[in-house]
Each structure stands twice: as structure tokens, then as C-alpha cells.
């Protein structure tokens, strides 16, 4: 699903780079934690497969797709491919739940009978069935990151990166958002998340991918978190 | 992909209503420099038709004196003939000419009655393929040998040599520094409105920038987020263009009729067809505007 091969990527010339010679191998349906501290390059990483910004050096391929050869036109075809999710949840405050997620869809052509018969079967899944109509700020912060994994899983991509999912949610929130993910990964889609929430990851028990100052410095199934600090 | 041209029509109309006062002044420049432009192709349109009713008239007239010799005016007669830039030579004798003269004073027989004699000359009256040649033309039959001994005044040629030079020379000119004056406003004009609509596009794309980055998120594609606005700037193109149509249209209703009243002696019309034709113009001028402006404004600030 993801190949990463001495991938490079420096923002400026005169500073050291945000990734240095990373070189991971994703299979299509694993559970990826991506830990490390702020500023070890997670976030760099997930830009990266989005194809939000360009290695510096190295080769990236996402679901076959050769990031670096990638016409700009096509970026848009993999992002199809591709569910995100946010710390900040990045929900229209102005649309409501069910409005959110039928966006996503609406925004790459899909019809009204399919946005009519997914939109809700999804909300189903993270469990908002009957928020449909309420708008963010009358939801929770559980709430709204599930309505933005709804809007990222809605189009069934194949793979998921979740940057800091948990990052502004209470542990047992943070709990519920880790199962749905969980659940969501068993239906045979690739997650990869990135986080600094060790509990979590300990508690999971699941691939962990640890970085520091851009470089993997453990790769590790079934690891903890780590960084004995 | 099957997106109803509805959803763009929809966003665009939004956007419009949300920063309209931005709207209304990029419709309101383009609006005036589309007036500008039509206005101009009317001048050009008429000053056209006056200039070829007048062009009509331009012949040179070469006077001959009263008892020239046939062999003196055949060589120059010949040599006219064979220019290129001469349409037609005709010999007018004096017979002709108060001919003439009497059809022209028919409403009052008497003028003619109580001429002594014939008075009027005999003429050569040379007509031009391109009145624009008409000044080297001129210089020519002067320079002819047997031109001055053809004449009755020598030393005055001006006076048997006749030719609507001034007119001409004037209309030339003064088209000229129109057609300078007016496109420059125009292309000032042109300007302003596209920074005008590459500032209101440049706001809608502010106000929406949240949902920019989302719709990137889930894969848009490029042409769907920048649909909505270029859409914007063409609707702000096509509604200035309209207001500028609209007043060309009542310029043609009322203007025109009240110049060709004023002015009776020159030929003011203004053709149905042209004004359609003129209408299509600044449509095509409206929507290249806008879909400039805009596509400048999506270029600068929505990288997608």
C-alpha cells in the first residue's frame, strides 16, 4: 500500500532536513502507528502521501502510484484513495453532520442516490445515525472527529492517515475514536496514525514506526511507544 | 463525472451575493469600459460611412482653357488613362458642362437663359481607385509638360485644379486621434476591471478557503474547485456587457436619428445587423475580461 525508499524531504537548504533516508513498507490492511516527538517529521510524512508536498529525494509509492512521477492533475485521483483525519477535526461550521460528509462526496461527482444511500450507512458506523442534522458547534469534540472520520471513510478509500486523531480528546474519548479506527481497519483499510499518545499505542499493541529528527529509528510489530524518557 | 452545472451556478450566485459591493464595482468598470468600446465601434461605423460618402465625391477636376489644344490634353489625357491609380478619366466639353449645369439649376431656367455665352470650362475629371492617393495624384498632373498650357492660369494652377483634399485630410486625422484616444481608455479601462475581478475573486476564494482545502482533501478535482469562480468572473463579464448593450441599444434608438436629423447632410445610419454584431462583441469582450481577471486571481491565490 505504501513504499517509502531513502525518502528525503528539507524544507530549506541552510536547515536540516524534516525526513532523512526513511524507508517504510506499508502492506494493504495493516494498523501503522506513527509516533515520535513534535518535530520528528510525522506530519512531514502524512504530507507526503498525500502528495501535499514533494520529497526532496527518494521514491514514494501509495497504492501503486509513483508520488514523484505523478502528473498535478491526477493528485486529486489519489486523494480519492486516500481518508484523512485531523487534530482539528476541519469540519464546515456551516454544514451539518449529515451536510459534512455529503460534501465529500458531492465535491468528486458522486450522485444524489449514492451520497443518499452512503452518507447515512456511514454515520451509522461511527455512530452519529441520529446527528444527522446538527451542526458542529452542537457537537462534542468525540463527536466531531467521528463526523470527520465519516467524511474520510465515506468514499471507502482503501487507505486512511489519521494525523493526531486523539490529539484534543479526553483518554476515554480518545478510546472510542481508537475502536472505531480499529473497526475501520478490520473492514480491510490500511490506517496509518500518527500520534504522541502513549497509552494508546502501548495499550493497542500494534505496528509501531518510531522517528526522530526525521530518521526511523525503530520499526517494530506488536510495539509500544517507547522513548524511555 | 456527473456534476449538475447547477452546483457551479449555485456557488458562484452565493459568492456574488456575499461581496457584492465588490461585484457591483467590477461590473459597474467593466460596464464603462465596455460602453467605451462600443461607442468606439459606432464612431468607427459612422465616421466610415461619412468617409466613404464623402470619398464618393472626391475627383480631381482639371479645368481646361478655352480654346486648348487637342494635342497638348491627348498625351496627358493618355498618360492618366494608364495610372493605376485612376479608376476613370472622363472629358467634360462645355456642351456637357452647362448640360450639366442646366440639370443642376433646372428648378430655375432663367440663370441659364441669361448666360451671353457658355462660360463654363472643359474639364478632366479623374477618379481615384483609393481617395488616399489623391495628393500624389495632384502632383503628377502638375508636373505634366502640357499641363500648364492646358490651363487658363498658369501661374495659379490651384485654381483650375480642384480636389476635396482638406475634407479628406481632416477626417483622416481626426479618426486617427480618436482611434488613438479611445484605446488607450480602453485598454486602461480594460485593466482596471480585471484587477477588480481578480480583487472579488480573490475574496470569494478567502471566504471559501475552508472549504478549498477540504474539497483538496477528498480529492476534488482542480477544475471542480476552480469551476465556481471562474464562473464568478464570467457572470460579472457578461452582466457589465449587458448593461453596455442595453445603452448601446438606446444610443441607436435615440443618438442616431437625432444625429441624422441634426446633421442631414451626411449619411448617419446604424444597420440592425451591426449593432448585433456589435452586441456579440462586447459579450465576447465581457466573458474574456471576467475569465481573465479571474483565472489571474486562481493563478495568485488558489494553488490547487
Known amino acids: 500500500m505504501i513504499v517509502m525508499e531513502h ?11 524534516a525526513l532523512k533516508d526513511v524507508n517504510v513498507d506499508i502492506e494493504a490492511g495493516e ?28 521514491t514514494i509509492v501509495v497504492a501503486g502510484q509513483d508520488l514523484s512521477q505523478m502528473k498535478n492533475w491526477k493528485v486529486p485521483y489519489l486523494r480519492r484513495n486516500i481518508g484523512c483525519v485531523f487534530q482539528d477535526f476541519k469540519l464546515l461550521p456551516n454544514k451539518t453532520t449529515y451536510e459534512n460528509v455529503a460534501f465529500a462526496l458531492e465535491v468528486i461527482g458522486r450522485s444524489r442516490h449514492v451520497i443518499r444511500t452512503q452518507v447515512p450507512e456511514v454515520l451509522r458506523l461511527v455512530g452519529l445515525e441520529d446527528k444527522g442534522p446538527s451542526y458542529p458547534d452542537e457537537l462534542s469534540g468525540g463527536e466531531q472527529q467521528r463526523v470527520s472520520i465519516a467524511r474520510a471513510f465515506v468514499n471507502r478509500p482503501p487507505l486512511l492517515l489519521a494525523d493526531e486523531p486523539t490529539g484534543n480528546l479526553d483518554p476515554n474519548t480518545s478510546l472510542g475514536i481508537m475502536s472505531l479506527l480499529s473497526r475501520i481497519n478490520k473492514t480491510g483499510t490500511t490506517v496509518l496514525m500518527a500520534t504522541h499518545d502513549r497509552e494508546m499505542v502501548d495499550s493497542m499493541r500494534r505496528r509501531v514506526i518510531a522517528l526522530e529528527n526525521g530518521k526511523v529509528i525503530r520499526d517494530q510489530d506488536r510495539g509500544v511507544y517507547g522513548y524511555g524518557d | 463525472m456527473a456534476i449538475s452545472p447547477g452546483y457551479f451556478l449555485k456557488e458562484a450566485g452565493v459568492s456574488f451575493r456575499r461581496n457584492w ?4 464595482g467590477a461590473i459597474i468598470t467593466i460596464f464603462f469600459s465596455l460602453l467605451l468600446v462600443g461607442t468606439f465601434v459606432i464612431t468607427g461605423i459612422l465616421i466610415q460611412e461619412i468617409l466613404a460618402s464623402v470619398e464618393e465625391k472626391v475627383m480631381i477636376q482639371v479645368f481646361l482653357k478655352d480654346g486648348y489644344a487637342p494635342e497638348d490634353l491627348d498625351p496627358l489625357q493618355t498618360s492618366l488613362v494608364e495610372d493605376a491609380r485612376i479608376n476613370s478619366v ?4 462645355k456642351e456637357q458642362a452647362l448640360e450639366r449645369f442646366k440639370e443642376q439649376t433646372a428648378d430655375s431656367p432663367e440663370i441659364v437663359d441669361q448666360l451671353p455665352n457658355n462660360p463654363l470650362p472643359a474639364s478632366l475629371e479623374v477618379e481615384l481607385v483609393d481617395p488616399e492617393d489623391v495628393e500624389a495624384v495632384v502632383v503628377d498632373i502638375k508636373a505634366h509638360p502640357n499641363f500648364v498650357n492646358l490651363i487658363a492660369n498658369p501661374e495659379d494652377p490651384e485654381k483650375d485644379l480642384k480636389y476635396g483634399a482638406e475634407i479628406i485630410d481632416k477626417l483622416f486625422q481626426l479618426t486617427n486621434v480618436v482611434r488613438v484616444v479611445v484605446i488607450v ?11 477588480f475581478i481578480s480583487n472579488t475573486i480573490r475574496l470569494a476564494i478567502y471566504a471559501r478557503r475552508k472549504e478549498i482545502a477540504i474539497m483538496r482533501l477528498v480529492g476534488a478535482s482542480n477544475w471542480f474547485i476552480r469551476m465556481p469562480f471562474l464562473l464568478e468572473g464570467v457572470m460579472q463579464g457578461l452582466i457589465g456587457a ?12 435615440w443618438l442616431v436619428p437625432w444625429l441624422s436629423d441634426t446633421l442631414p447632410f451626411l ?21 474574456a475580461i471576467g475569465l481573465i481577471g479571474s483565472i489571474f486571481a486562481l493563478r495568485r491565490y488558489l494553488r490547487v
Request: with cysteine; aromatic share 6%; glycine share 8%.
Open chain 2, 90 to 93: 472622363e472629358y467634360v466639353s
Open chain 1, 7 to 17: 525518502v528525503t524531504k528539507s524544507y530549506a537548504k541552510d536547515k536540516p532536513p
Open chain 2, 242 to 253: 449587458a448593461l453596455a448593450i442595453g445603452v448601446v441599444v438606446v444610443m441607436r434608438q
Open chain 1, 31 to 58: 494498523f501503522v502507528f506513527c509516533v515520535g516527538h513534535s518535530g520528528s517529521g510525522k506530519s512531514t510524512l502524512i504530507k507526503l502521501l498525500t502528495r501535499e508536498i514533494l520529497p526532496t529525494d527518494g
Open chain 2, 21 to 24: 459591493v465588490m461585484s457591483l
Open chain 2, 185 to 195: 481608455l480602453v485598454a486602461m479601462l480594460v485593466f482596471v476591471s480585471m484587477i
Open chain 2, 267 to 287: 449619411p448617419v445610419t446604424l444597420s440592425a445587423g451591426a449593432t448585433a454584431q456589435l452586441g456579440l462583441i462586447l459579450a465576447a469582450f465581457g466573458v
